[in-house]
Nanobody
Framework: QVQLVESGGGLVQAGGSLRLSCAVSGSINIIKATAWYRQAPGKQRELVARITSGGTINYEDFVKGRFTISRDNAKNTVYLQMNSLKPEDTAVYYC?????????????WGQGTQVTVSS
């Protein structure tokens, strides 16, 4: 079992910055990757950025150059630094981690944190 707790969301003006945190606890050694997803009202949840257990990082095109995902292994925390925020970045941001078990991939999710960017 893995538990994920996000924090750091809030209201910010366009062009501003926020840093999201995801505290990871439980069976951390089974995690293959940790990621940030987001879901805007009326839209499907989408991947934002991912960092694997080996340190490989991937970003979706719409955040490249603006967002940075990082990990502090000593604190078991994954961060998402968001700069140059746009109103279209407004969404609930979710922390995700997954493992591979006998029945395939299993995903864990945090409760989500709201990010609102005003124009």
């Amino acid at each position: 079992q893995v538990q994920l707790v996000e924090s750091g969301g809030g209201l910010v003006q366009a062009g501003g910055s926020l840093r999201l945190s995801c505290a990871v606890s439980g069976s951390i050694n089974i995690i293959k990757a940790t990621a940030w997803y987001r879901q805007a009202p009326g839209k499907q949840r989408e991947l934002v950025a991912r960092i694997t257990s080996g340190g490989t990082i991937n970003y979706e095109d719409f955040v490249k150059g603006r967002f940075t995902i990082s990990r502090d292994n000593a604190k078991n925390t994954v961060y998402l630094q968001m700069n140059s925020l746009k109103p279209e970045d407004t969404a609930v941001y979710y922390c995700n981690a997954f493992e591979y078990g006998l029945q395939g991939r299993y995903d864990y999710w945090g409760q989500g944190t709201q990010v609102t960017v005003s124009s």
